[in-house]
């Protein structure tokens, strides 16, 4: 009685309800509004649940909902340390994260516990590249500067040296760091016909250097010869602030300060002061610290930098395939095959 009881039960369940019943696999995805192809892939096969708002999830939260989950699906706004992995419990088996960055994640951390990180390289390179370039040009021909002007009556007339600005041509570019972001930016710069374009890596990159015949120098002459620092490496315990008070004050006064990697690369308090006293010429930032930066925060009152909100891979096709790629790392890795791309 009991038996034929539950079955009728089943059989009025809506089919997504019985559906989502046999999917044995959970994953817990931290944000709602990623691209839904990526939710869709997982959907086939694994039960999933979201954050409900378009905002990084609360802490408490996130250590409420990631309790018993297979799987997570996060973001670089999401710090994935022990404490997430004790509040999820031992049959986590990956978190894949929506970025080709993984210091939110505490690495060691996952390897001791047999954890899989899975992350999306390769895929947002070119998009982070342009973005790179085009926040380098707006912020060497003061493109925000001088539209402002049109706006505020700025604009008197056409004047020989308003808004003028430090063009490319014949100029030394250094490039720190030269992955896969940096050689495309690299080769984006090319047309610009720099005079010489160089980087600074801990590894030499001869093969990929000579196509755009790019010179490796030590981190002290990038700072000391270069009219543009390009700051393309990844955040970790040795890039930590590497761009601090001592480096700026070996810049060349004209240098323009790029970074499209991490705010935490630069001692911002350093940065804001070599500004401010036109130690160096101008900035142009993608990423600070912290994210968003507060309203009240002194870059925003300078006139030499331009600001961006972490936007470097923020192209349409890129976000939906990185969704992509961050599901299919998860649902190899509770198959146990290979992920795409996993952090080694
Ligand atoms: P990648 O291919 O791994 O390149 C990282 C580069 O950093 C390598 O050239 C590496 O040099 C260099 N590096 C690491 N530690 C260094 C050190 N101590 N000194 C000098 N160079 C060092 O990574 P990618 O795909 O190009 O991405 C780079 C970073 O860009 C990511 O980690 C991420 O944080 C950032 N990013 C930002 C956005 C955005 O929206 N703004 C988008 C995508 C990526 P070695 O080969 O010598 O290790």
Request: net charge positive; charged share 25%; hydrophobic share 40%.
């Amino acid at each position: 009685m009991r038996s034929r009881l539950i079955s009728q039960f089943v059989r009025r369940l809506s089919t997504s309800t019985r559906l989502a019943m046999s999917l044995s696999k959970t994953v817990y995805v931290t944000r709602p509004d990623v691209d839904s192809s990526g939710l869709e892939l997982l959907r086939k096969s694994c039960n999933v649940s979201t954050w409900s708002q378009p905002l990084p999830v609360p802490r408490e939260e996130l250590l409420r909902q990631v309790a018993g989950k297979d799987a997570l699906f996060c973001t670089l706004s999401d710090k994935i340390n022990a404490d997430v992995l004790n509040a999820a419990g031992p049959q986590l088996k990956c978190i894949s994260t929506m970025s080709v960055g993984y210091e939110h994640i505490d690495i060691d951390e996952c390897k001791k516990r047999g954890i899989r990180v899975g992350f999306t390289p390769d895929v947002l390179t070119d998009a982070t590249a342009e973005l790179t370039l085009a926040l380098l040009l707006a912020t060497n021909r003061r493109l925000f500067e001088a539209s402002k002007q049109v706006y505020n009556g700025g604009w008197k007339s056409w004047a020989p040296m308003w808004m003028c600005g430090q063009g490319l041509k014949n100029t030394r570019i250094g490039l720190y760091g030269f992955g896969r972001i940096g050689q495309e930016i690299g080769a984006r710069l090319v047309p610009f016909k720099p005079s010489q374009i160089t980087y600074t890596t801990r590894s030499e990159r001869a093969t990929e250097a000579a196509k755009i015949n790019a010179l490796r120098v030590s981190f002290d002459e990038m700072l000391t010869e270069s009219d543009f620092i390009i700051v393309c490496c990844a955040l970790t315990p040795e890039t930590k602030e590497i761009f601090n008070e001592s480096a700026f004050k070996k810049m060349k006064s004209n240098c323009i300060f790029i970074n499209t990697a991490r705010g935490g690369v630069v001692d911002q308090q350093a940065l804001c002061d070599a500004l401010k006293t036109k130690r160096i010429q101008a900035a142009g930032l993608d990423v600070t610290t912290p994210e968003p930066l507060p309203l009240n925060d002194a870059l925003l009152e300078l006139e030499n930098i331009v600001l961006l909100p972490h936007i470097g891979s923020a192209d349409i096709e890129t976000r939906k395939e990185m969704s992509r790629i961050t599901a299919r790392n998860i649902l190899a890795a509770l198959s146990d095959k290979k992920m795409e791309a996993e952090v080694a």
